[in-house]
Structures are given as C-alpha cells and as structure tokens.
C-alpha cells in the first residue's frame, strides 16, 4: 500500500478516510508524559473535574498527531518526502476519552517545486471530528511530495 505521488492529487480531491480511532485514557496519559507536559486539565481528573469540562481532556497536540497519521495511509504513505509545515491549526471541541476520531482531508493546492523537478507541493486541509460528527480539530499541511518514477 502507498500514498498518491504528486501528479496523482487534484485540487479539490477528498478522503474521507476510512480509519478511526478511539481515544483511551492511556494515550492521553502518555502522550503528556513523553512530551513532559504536565498540564493537570489533560493528567489530573479531580483538577479536571473543577473546570468547565468537567472531565479531562485530551493533549491537543495527540489530536493534531492523530488528525495527520488518520490521513497517511490514502495520501502520503511512502510517497513524501517531508511536511514542510502545518498552519491555520485550530481545535474547535474538546477530545475526551473515549471519542472516536475520523478524519477528512481536502487537497487544497498543488505546485511543482522550483529546486527539484521530481518533486512537488501538495497543500492539504484536514478536518477531525469525534463521534458525534462535531469538529474537534483542524489543520493546513503542506507536504513535499514525490513525483511518480520515471
């Protein structure tokens, strides 16, 4: 399996991606550890329970990382060669534990690159939503891409 090389994209191209993934406590725990966050709103349910939430939520930076990988497999998968970079980030709902999170990617932009003719620029939106059909993140990303081989 692999990713679409850039002269496979168009603008305007869809995914609805067909992973899902459910967000466990456990992820939410880890990710803020390994990334030495110790925010007590996403590590600490009594804290959590004071505020407006109620509950704890989930890292948002573990939900833009799960947003991105959700899309690898039907867009990029062994066919870039690196995001140059993530804009218009933005987390509109809360994740909690125990939502399930599918993704939407939309193909923005494309644009050959000026310093490597076999290689181009795919601009993606991707959008995330939990179970219940609600935004709960969303990005632009733009992936430097491989042409097809000759």
């Not at 869809?14 to 459910?22: I, M, V």
């Not at 939106?125 to 609600?134: K, P």
Request: charged residues 20%.
């Amino acid at each position: 399996m692999r990713g679409l090389y850039f002269e496979e994209f168009e603008v305007g191209m869809r995914f609805e991606h067909a992973l899902t993934r459910t967000v466990t406590e456990w992820d939410n725990m880890q990710f803020s550890n390994m990334t030495l966050n110790p925010q007590p709103l996403h590590i600490d349910a009594h804290f959590a329970a004071s505020t407006e939430f109620g509950k704890p939520i989930v890292n948002s930076l573990f939900t833009l990382g799960l947003m991105i990988g959700i899309s690898v497999s039907e867009t990029t998968l062994r066919t870039t060669i690196a995001n140059l970079g993530m804009t218009d980030v933005s987390f509109p709902a809360p994740v909690f534990h125990g939502d399930s999170i599918h993704v939407v990617t939309e193909v923005t932009s494309l644009r050959s690159s000026k310093s490597r003719p076999g290689a181009g620029i795919v601009e993606f939106r991707h959008t995330a939503f939990n179970q219940d059909d609600v935004e709960v993140a969303r990005c632009t990303r733009a992936a430097f891409m491989h042409r097809k081989p000759s």
